[in-house]
Nanobody, 129 residues
Framework: QVQLEESGGGLVQTGGSLSLSCSTS????????TGWFRQAPGKSREFVGAIRWSGSGRTYYADSAKGRFTISRANAQNTVILRMNSLKPEDTGVYFC?????????????????????WGQGTQVNVAS
């Protein structure tokens, strides 16, 4: 069993920045990647970005996140950070992190909910206009 916990959500003004953290635990199962998704009110959950844990730690981003969001690993590599800059009201939603338990290379391995086996509970991000 892999446990994930998101933190860092809150209220920010348009144009502001926010960093979300996803801590991962559960030693018996290897994690090969972490994805970030978000769900706006009344909408389905959508892919934001992801990082592959092995190799060079390649990252993948949805078009909505490119150039504004950055994903990285920290704290002995068990924490994944989603740094969000130039935030817009449409970035408002609940942000979830999720764990991949098999290795894969390529955007198509990370952009769907079915690519992940474990999920956190989510953290709320509100961007005020």
């Amino acid at each position: 069993q892999v446990q994930l916990e998101e933190s860092g959500g809150g209220l920010v003004q348009t144009g502001g920045s926010l960093s979300l953290s996803c801590s991962t635990s559960g030693g018996a199962i290897s994690v090969y990647g972490t994805g970030w998704f978000r769900q706006a009110p009344g909408k389905s959950r959508e892919f934001v970005g992801a990082i592959r844990w092995s190799g060079s730690g390649r990252t993948y981003y949805a078009d909505s996140a490119k150039g504004r969001f950055t994903i990285s690993r920290a704290n002995a590599q068990n924490t994944v950070i989603l740094r969000m800059n130039s935030l817009k009201p449409e970035d408002t939603g609940v942000y979830f992190c999720a764990a991949r338990v098999s290795d894969c290379i390529g955007y198509g391995c990370y952009d769907e909910e079915d690519d992940y086996s474990y999920w956190g509970q989510g953290t709320q991000v509100n961007v005020a206009s």
